[in-house]
Structures are given as C-alpha cells and as structure tokens.
C-alpha cells in the first residue's frame, strides 16, 4: 500500500518515524486499525488508501507529552475546554495539529476520521466510521464483547458505531469519569441502530 498520494514520505519511511515516537505496543495496534480499516473499506465500498492511512495515523500523537497537546491547543487557539480533557481526547483532537505539523498532511477526510476516532461525532463520513469502528475492533484488541463488536462491524457500521459507542458510555459512567461532550452527541445520534 503507497500512501505517498498524501504524503511526501513512503510507507517505510512513515513506520520508521512512528517507531521513534512510539512504543512497539502501539506501533502494533496501528497496523492493526490499518489493516482493520482496509478491511472495512473493501467491505463497505470506501477508498482503501484514505482508510488504511488514517487507519496507520490514528494513533500518531497518542504518546505526546501532556505540554505538547497544550502548547498545540494554544498555538491553534482551539477551545480553551479542551484543556480539561487528557490523552484520550487530545490525541485525536489535538493529535491531527501534530499530524500536520509533523507529516503535512492535509487531506481534510482523513484527519477529521482521526480528529473524531475516539469521540465520534454525530454526523460521520463513510471514512469517519470505518476509523472508529477498525480502532476498536482490530485484531489486537481482545476484551469482553469484541467479538460480538467484530459480528457487527461485518454487517452494519452504524450499528457498530452504535454499539461502541453505548459500551463506551456505559464504561466511563460505571467508572464515575466524565463523558467528553461529542460523545454524548455521537451516542445520541446513532443509539436508534441498535433498536
């Protein structure tokens, strides 16, 4: 798979500079969502490229220090709540800053895919879908209802964007932590799938 539609670097060269920012772990995991997200393109009819990609980048500024996110908030004058969030928020919404700034990229579908990969957002593209659905599904991943999450994935991504998402609401409410507001809204929006 060549990426260098979008990038000035070859596929080689992006695992290099990912594997010196990253733990192995998570250099695992994103060729996980890529070849989960490829998967998912094939099946559902979108660009295997974008998806693969934004698939292998989803997780690019996940180990970024808290004083990057914040200093990247700052620098792109985003809202200035997104300071009361951590990691798990930054590293998609903030993280495609760090993207830009790092790869230049600038295909607007596959950053907001990888701006939205953890949060969702209460209209997704095709693309968007397929980024947050392969994050949580990839082969990697083993944990209680994954497999049922897999079964989905294979029939309906809208009810798999239903079905994350519901198991990660009630996930962060059974922890007593606060639900980023998106999230809320993504849950709203696809929760109907699962009637």
């Known amino acids: 798979m060549s990426y260098e539609a979008y990038l000035a670097i070859s596929r ?4 290099e500079k990912m594997a010196e920012q990253m733990s192995t772990k998570r250099l695992e ?15 559902y009819g979108a660009d295997e490229i974008k998806a693969g990609l934004a698939g292998l980048l989803h997780d690019y500024a996940k180990e970024v220090s808290d ?26 919404v903030v993280g495609i800053y760090k993207i830009k700034e790092d790869l230049g990229l600038s295909d607007a579908e596959i950053l907001h895919s990888i701006e939205t990969h953890t949060v969702g957002s209460k209209e997704m593209s095709l693309l968007d879908k397929i980024i947050y659905v392969a994050d949580y599904i990839e082969d990697g991943r083993d944990f209680p209802g994954v497999g049922e999450a897999r079964e989905i994935a294979a029939t309906s991504l809208d009810r798999a964007v239903a079905y994350e998402t519901a198991r990660t609401v009630a996930f962060l409410a059974q922890k007593a932590q606060p639900i980023y507001p998106q999230t809320i809204e993504t849950y709203n929006a696809y929760i109907s799938y699962l009637k």
Do not use: M
């Open 67 to 92: 004083e990057d996110f914040l200093a990247l908030i700052d620098k792109y004058q985003l809202d200035s709540d997104l300071k009361n969030w951590g990691n798990n928020i930054w590293h998609g």
């Open 29 to 43: 995991h994103s060729l996980g969502v890529e070849a989960a997200a490829i998967q998912l393109a094939k099946r």
């Open 12 to 15: 080689e060269g992006l695992l």
